[in-house]
């Protein structure tokens, strides 16, 4: 369950992504696509998990393309939040459908539970939530690969962040996000 609304919360957005080098396959170019987990420890605790993709990427992300998307991502994420981005690419159809994905929640939200109540610094927690999502997505994936999942620190309450360079699999793609405040 995603916490309130706060004022000191905001929105976050995939700004834009290039393809630095694409997964070498049979079927043409990338169908790339990006999964996220916001999880948030304290008095408003909760996790989500998020599918970000879109049709005009399928097939249509070659070596040196750059997607400038501003694609919503979630509705609150702070400084203590902990986000991980995975980026996958699809291999004939999209492994992570409605039902895997609330079954990717419910995973997370158990193993975000544990997170919580075994790590006490933020670094740690986001450590071990990358391991078990990790572990969670290579269950749960049929053809798709995991080109690379990495944390994203939310640097600023409005603004970039830090891009995040996601590789493996043969391919190595850029991304970057951006935080827009809940208010000015």
């Known amino acids: 369950m995603a916490p309130d ?10 700004d834009r992504f290039t393809c630095v080098q694409e997964k ?12 996220v987990f916001v999880g948030h420890a304290g008095p408003a605790d909760g996790c989500d998990v998020v599918r970000v993709r879109h049709p005009d990427w399928e097939g249509a992300i070659a070596t040196g393309d750059t997607r400038v998307t501003d694609v919503w991502v979630h509705h609150a994420v702070h400084g203590t939040s902990t986000v991980l981005v995975a980026l996958l690419e699809q291999d004939w159809q999209c492994d992570i459908d409605d039902e895997m994905l609330e079954e990717l929640r419910r995973d997370m939200a158990m193993h975000w539970t544990h997170c919580r109540e075994t790590a006490q610094r933020a670094d740690d927690r986001a450590d ?5 999502f990790g572990r969670s ?8 690969h995991l080109i690379g999942l990495m944390s994203l ?6 603004g970039v962040l830090p891009a995040l360079t996601l590789g493996g699999e043969d391919a190595r793609y850029r ?3 951006r935080v ?5």
């Open 24 to 35: 070498e396959g049979l079927l043409g170019h990338d169908s790339p696509y990006f999964l």
């Open 175 to 177: 991304a970057v996000f």
């Open 5 to 14: 609304l706060d004022p000191h919360h905001g929105f976050l957005y995939l």
């Open 180 to 184: 827009r405040a809940l208010v000015p």
């Open 128 to 132: 071990k939530a990358a391991l078990l």
């Open 153 to 158: 620190p939310i640097t600023t309450d409005h």
């Open 137 to 144: 997505l290579r269950r749960v994936l049929a053809n798709d």
